[in-house]
């Protein structure tokens, strides 16, 4: 299977559509969340699990531990709690994404002499993707938060009842109660978290095509592998970086509205007392397990859309 050099004109120039990288790059997400959103809920329990008190075990000793234990109290079906929302926001995110990317690339003029971006022009059209796409994924990520935390709660036992049922009744009380504010909770720390994690994603990604793309077919076809390999490292080397930040993020969210009155930096001066600068990492092996396969997926996608929208258009 070849998927072809999406932004490359028949002169070697880069010729920058936002409007397809906008389609593109929903379709992409979409891939993106069929592969990763089962190691995603794994994470979001594994950050948001309360710490246990003295002589009491955690709920989860790690990440295998927490697979065995949700699939075996809830199901395998489990994995996908909050999927829903996900599905609804992924297209508007991840095409915001690569939308927010290619404005990024088209605001500016390449700098390299064969007339492609250098890597830190990669860098900036990158971070205005972590800009563009917080419209959508703020609230998307919200919800699916509080989803995947009130799954955790219910197994330990510290609610007796589900209090949503499902995305959309979620998103509903959200609004009901607070307004859109609600709904944008923690739109701060997703745009600090946003900013070099996106960057580091495209750069990642165009600066490993360039490398990998050989002589022979720099203005044909890239291989799907290279795709994959591509995308799948993309998506480690920005998880690396947007880790912390994503703690701090999914602790925000998935508390109740009235915690943590002044945001993201409450969350950060309290997880740093109780638990140290090692609990900003708490999740990493879940959403590095989940990193490679997923953003492979969403690149392939992403490139094989733009490939029928180029023959189409």
């Known amino acids: 299977m070849k998927t072809k050099s999406t932004e490359q004109s028949e002169s070697g120039k880069k010729k920058i559509d936002p409007i397809k990288n906008f389609f593109a790059g929903g379709a992409g997400g979409a891939c993106l969340v069929i592969i990763g959103h089962p190691p995603d809920t794994i994470k979001v329990r594994l950050q948001t699990m309360p710490r246990p008190k003295k002589g009491e075990k955690p709920i989860y000793t790690g990440v295998f531990d927490c697979v065995k234990k949700s699939v075996k109290n809830e199901g395998f079906l489990s994995l996908y709690r909050g999927v829903g929302s996900m599905f609804v926001g992924v297209t508007p995110t991840s095409a915001l994404s690569f939308f927010g990317n290619s404005i990024g690339k088209k605001i500016q003029t390449p700098s390299r002499d064969d007339e492609d971006y250098s890597l830190p022009q990669l860098f900036f059209a990158g971070s205005v993707a972590g800009i563009t796409n917080t419209i959508a994924l703020t609230p998307v990520e919200r919800v699916k938060c ?99 930040a994503d703690v701090v993020k999914s602790r925000l969210q998935s508390a109740p509205s009235d915690k943590y009155p002044n945001g993201a930096r409450d969350v950060f001066r309290e997880l740093i007392k109780k638990e140290g600068f090692g609990a900003l990492y708490k999740g990493t092996a879940a959403i590095l397990i989940r990193a490679f396969p997923a953003n492979a997926a969403c690149f392939l996608g992403y490139e094989v859309a733009m490939k029928g929208l180029n023959y189409l258009y």
Do not use: H
Request: with cysteine.
């Open 146 to 244: 509080l989803l995947q935390a009130q799954e955790a709660a219910k197994l330990n036992k510290n609610v007796s009842s589900t209090e949503y049922n499902g995305s959309f009744d979620c998103a509903r009380r959200l609004y009901k109660k607070g307004g859109i504010q609600n709904l944008y909770r923690g739109a701060g720390i997703t745009i600090i978290r946003g900013i070099p994690q996106w960057g580091v994603y495209f750069c990642t990604y165009d600066g490993l095509m360039r490398v990998l793309r050989s002589e022979k077919n720099s203005k044909e076809n890239i291989s799907a592998w290279r795709t994959i390999l591509a995308g799948g490292t993309a998506g480690l080397f920005s998880w690396l970086i947007g880790m912390p």
